[in-house]
């Protein structure tokens, strides 16, 4: 497809294929929705970030907004910096301006946790310079399938298993947003393609030393097991019910027994001691969350000593 014919798509925003026309329906509902003139886009060349990049496109010609393109180079692969050029050059053809973002720690191990730090990090501090309130990613179903099986591994309880949320406060007052978690890694393969022609693959999908690899690599006879992602999906989207409702008490506690002063954290340890067990850890790990202004909370249960002293 010729540039001229795919940039007609983007501000017919896919009028002509009615399964595209639906997703790009929901996704301007969501930015709709939040009445932001500023957004920024989380871009990494694969399909996902290319169809998310198309849709917010499509989305500017209709909407009064400034949308930043931005693409993170963790410099872990000798080609990175070329494969980022890459990107850029291909969105260039469709008056897409891309910023790129050069990673310039060293990353030994965890490799990719703290790249997800060290991503949102940066992507924050752009936000924070350019104004932006909104960070949108392209996470999919198949991510939220992984997500929940990588967590369900570890042992997981509702919070973790109830896996990705739509919407995520980071640093402060930046929101993570996740439109695409209800679509499919195949819808968005097809807007990708239909809108720059190409997609970029990148190598470390394929490393099975990756646990959310290995799990990828399991969809195939799963599915031909009767497991099937759509199912789990919404079994995923009930947890997540269920999640909401703990969520809403639990805000009401930690309002009521926490105090925060002078970049201090108080506990009422009197009001602490009379809630249960889970509740107890629930309060203590968004403490060390808002305390460190980490991104997500601590995973495992065994360090808290919790029991009320003599």
């Known amino acids: 497809m010729s540039k001229k014919n795919s940039n007609v798509i983007l501000k017919n925003s896919f009028k002509n294929y009615e399964e595209l026309s639906h997703i790009?329906?929901?996704?301007?509902k969501k930015l709709n929705s939040f009445k932001k003139k500023f957004f920024l886009i989380a871009v990494s060349g694969g399909p996902d970030s290319l169809a998310l990049t198309a849709l917010a496109k499509a989305y500017s010609y209709e909407n009064k907004c400034k949308i930043y393109y931005v693409l993170v180079d963790h410099n872990l692969r000798k080609n990175s910096s070329n494969e980022a050029k890459s990107v850029k050059k291909l969105l260039k053809?469709?008056?897409?301006?891309?910023?790129?973002?050069?990673?310039?720690?060293?990353?030994?191990?965890?490799i990719q946790s703290e790249a997800r730090k060290i991503r949102y990090n940066l992507l924050a501090n752009f936000c924070k310079k350019k104004k932006i309130k909104m960070i949108?990613?392209?996470?999919?179903?198949?991510?939220?399938?992984?997500?929940?099986?990588?967590?369900?591994s570890r042992g997981s309880g509702l919070q973790g298993l109830s896996s990705m949320k739509q919407i995520y406060k980071i640093n402060g007052n930046i929101r993570l947003i996740r439109p695409l978690l209800d679509f499919k890694k195949k819808q968005l393969i097809k807007i990708s393609e239909i809108s720059f022609g190409k997609y970029f693959k990148d190598p470390t999908n394929r490393n099975t030393k990756y646990l959310r690899t290995r799990i990828r690599n399991l969809?195939?006879?799963?599915?031909?097991?009767?497991?099937?992602?759509?199912?789990?999906?919404?079994?995923?989207?009930?947890?997540?019910?269920?999640?909401?409702?703990?969520?809403?008490?639990?805000?009401?506690?930690y309002k009521d027994i926490i105090i925060k002063k002078n970049k201090k954290i108080f506990i009422d340890l009197k009001k602490?001691?009379?809630?249960?067990?889970?509740?107890?850890?629930?309060?203590?790990?968004?403490?060390?969350?808002?305390?460190?202004?980490?991104?997500?909370?601590?995973?495992?249960?065994?360090d808290y000593q919790l029991n009320q002293p003599d």
């Open 24 to 28: 790009y329906l929901s996704f301007k």
């Open 93 to 110: 053809k469709h008056q897409i301006t891309l910023n790129i973002l050069k990673n310039k720690k060293t990353i030994i191990k965890n």
């Open 136 to 152: 949108l990613t392209a996470h999919n179903l198949e991510d939220q399938v992984e997500t929940f099986f990588i967590r369900l």
């Open 272 to 302: 602490f001691y009379n809630i249960n067990q889970e509740m107890k850890v629930m309060v203590l790990k968004r403490v060390i969350k808002d305390f460190t202004n980490s991104y997500y909370t601590t995973r495992s249960k065994k």
């Open 219 to 253: 969809k195939s006879s799963l599915e031909t097991s009767g497991i099937n992602y759509d199912r789990i999906f919404q079994s995923i989207k009930n947890l997540a019910s269920s999640r909401d409702t703990l969520d809403y008490y639990f805000n009401k506690i």
